[in-house]
């Protein structure tokens, strides 16, 4: 006889009221109801997942008698698609790390790779024929696929595929990545045509001195600047004569 019934949501930050003094609080005010002690929520989403905390007090011949129940509710979303991070091109013998996340998924997805639409597949261990050619490291979890050292033998089509055992799988759209040797031999030629200019400036400089072209500018420079002496001399003789 006169049940007092609370659902509290348990949460990191902290606790707070579902339904109290005989009504619903927060976001299920509105979409949830009450079936003798229990609850019944419409519309669920992702944000209702959590501990929910029910307590029950009543009166009875020895005292007030309380209890308790905790439970957890998942909701389960089928995941959104992927965003797929590909470089478009690498240098052999460089690191490339590609990256596949959504975050809509409940529970949380799990990632599978695709090379030119064959599934990529994971190291088994170090001493097995098939890890030794894998140049990679697919992490399901996190979604990232590593090469520490790229080779032209992984140039291809890639894309990503998420799923949570919840509705359709998903995946992103297929993106190229072209890997290629390091253009040594142009390197080489760029350099020496650059060394090339400098040595012919610094030519050109050592010539133009040589003609005196810097002296001649210079001693120009010198008379007239005397001539510009010597006129402001005579105005002023000029003027001390009169």
């Avoid at 579902?18 to 927060?26: A, D, I, K, P, R």
């Avoid at 299920?28 to 003798?36: D, K, S, W, Y």
């Avoid at 470089?87 to 599978?112: I, L, R």
Wanted: hydrophobic share 35%.
């Amino acid at each position: 006889m006169s049940l007092r019934i609370e659902w509290k949501k348990i949460q990191s930050q902290g606790v707070s009221f579902v339904y109290y003094n005989s009504e619903f609080t927060g976001d299920l005010r509105g979409r949830a109801e009450m079936l003798n002690t229990g609850i019944r929520i419409r519309n669920v989403t992702r944000r209702d997942s959590g501990t929910y905390r029910c307590e029950i007090s009543a009166k009875s011949e020895e005292g007030q008698q309380l209890g308790e129940a905790t439970i957890t509710l998942t909701v389960l979303v089928a995941p959104t698609t992927p965003v797929c991070e590909v470089p478009s091109s690498a240098m052999t013998g460089t690191v490339v790390q590609m990256s596949c996340k959504e975050t809509e998924g409940s529970p949380p997805s799990e990632y599978q790779w695709y090379k030119n639409g064959v599934a990529l597949l994971e190291k088994t261990g170090a001493g097995s024929a098939r890890a030794a050619n894998i140049t990679y490291t697919m992490n399901k979890k996190s979604g990232t696929l590593l090469f520490n050292t790229v080779t032209k033998n992984d140039t291809g089509e890639y894309f990503c595929e998420a799923s949570n055992g919840i509705g359709l799988s998903q995946k992103c759209s297929v993106k190229r990545m072209q890997v290629d040797d390091l253009n040594v031999s142009g390197i080489i030629v760029a350099v020496v045509f650059v060394a090339l200019v400098m040595v012919l400036c610094g030519l050109g400089v050592f010539y133009a001195q040589k003609k005196g072209y810097f002296a001649k500018e210079s001693s120009s420079q010198k008379k007239t600047n005397y001539q510009s002496t010597s006129e402001k001399d005579f105005k002023h003789t000029k003027s001390f004569v009169i």
